[in-house]
């Protein structure tokens, strides 16, 4: 079984541009969530879609954005680009039912510098 | 509102001896509890979970953890370390009764193991 895919792995991005980052959950996972996760920070929830809903959103400024698509693919997008959203991206899937205690599993993530 | 520590941000051991990492947890219902490793340059790998039943948890690669209610801890050991299990270790929690659909984090505890 395939683990969570995470497209581009790697990039380069200049202040000011955008970013758009690809996730594919485990077949038959509808949870999608994303993560930041930076040397100052750690792990930071970005946000959490169910069935193409956004069910659950961190502390992040609306320049962080995502959708989920009916397949359960997920995308999420960085506008207008800081310096400081340089990181690692992590994308996560699950079963996921309403609260529940279903494992997350991660894929490898997508590591975003800003220049 | 969920939270999650790690007290020590490195632990070293010798190769053999039993490795001990520390996390405690804070929650207003019940907690579902996770352990996940990471690797340079990749994604988190799911160790172990604590939901309900049992307070001994065994997962991956050796490893369990106990679930300490009235400790509030949920403790990653194993009984023989090895160099390979050299990483940055995360424990993480969700709240049963919150509404939020994500996993709170430590800052991560690196652990090493000389030969």
């Known amino acids: 079984k395939a683990g969570v895919t995470q497209t581009p792995r790697y990039l380069i991005k200049t202040r000011g541009q955008q970013v758009t980052l690809s996730c594919s959950p485990i077949?038959?996972?509808?949870?999608v969530s994303w993560y930041q996760q930076t040397p100052g920070q750690g792990l930071q929830f970005l946000f959490e879609y169910f069935s193409e809903t956004q069910r659950n959103k961190g502390n992040f400024p609306g320049r962080f954005s995502g959708r989920q698509f009916s397949n359960s693919r997920s995308e999420m997008n960085v506008s207008t680009l800081e310096l400081g959203d340089s990181a690692l991206y992590l994308c996560?899937?699950?079963?996921?039912?309403?609260?529940?205690?279903?494992?997350?599993?991660f894929g490898e993530g997508s590591w975003l510098t800003v220049v | 509102a969920q939270s999650v520590a790690q007290p020590e941000d490195q632990v070293k051991v010798a190769e053999g001896n039993p490795l001990t990492v520390k996390c405690t947890y804070s929650?207003?219902?019940?907690?579902?509890l996770f352990w996940y490793v990471q690797y340079p340059n990749r994604g988190l790998q799911f160790l172990l979970k604590y939901i309900t039943g049992d307070n001994l948890v065994k997962g991956s690669y050796g490893f369990e953890a106990e679930f300490n209610k009235s400790q509030t801890s949920f403790h990653l050991k194993k009984p023989s370390a090895l160099v390979s299990d050299s990483a940055l270790y995360f424990c993480?929690?969700?709240?049963?009764?919150?509404?939020?659909?994500?996993?709170?984090f430590g800052a991560g505890t690196t652990v090493t193991v000389r030969a």
């Open positions: 996560a899937s699950s079963l996921a039912g309403r609260v529940s205690g279903n494992t997350i599993y």
């Open positions: 993480a929690v969700r709240d049963t009764s919150s509404n939020d659909y994500k996993l709170s």
């Open positions: 077949s038959g996972h509808r949870s």
């Open positions: 929650v207003s219902g019940n907690p579902y």
